[in-house]
């Protein structure tokens, strides 16, 4: 899905509302890298509740949704740094800058994400 041409809904004057995949194609406790809208995004699904943030560790670049996921926090998979998927923060070094955080929508089965 990845690159893939999403459908876009538009939100208010700022932002837009884009498709991202089916719930189904991401289980629980997993995390994915999806481009939006030309933007890499990691998606989260925590038992059922979907997140998403910017892919790449504010340390070196990392893909975060390769990271290991324990409770709400995801691991960068080159330094260990550490994350709050919820709500961005950088909660261990060697990062010390917060990632972004998108909101998430999921209806009829379909997960979405808004974006600047």
Known sequence: MT???????LVD????????CDVKALEPGKGRTFTVA???IALFNLDGTF?????????EGAPLANGPI??????????????DITTGEA????????????RVIVAAGEVKVELP
């Open 3 to 9: 690159g893939e041409s999403v459908p876009t809904y």
């Open 13 to 20: 004057n700022m932002s837009e509302l884009h498709r991202v």
């Open 38 to 40: 030309g933007k890499c």
């Open 51 to 59: 997140h998403a943030i910017e892919s790449e560790c504010t340390h």
């Open 70 to 83: 324990r409770g709400t926090g995801v691991f960068c998979p080159w330094h260990g740094a550490e994350f």
């Open 91 to 102: 909660l261990s070094p060697p990062a010390d800058h917060p990632v972004s955080v998108f």
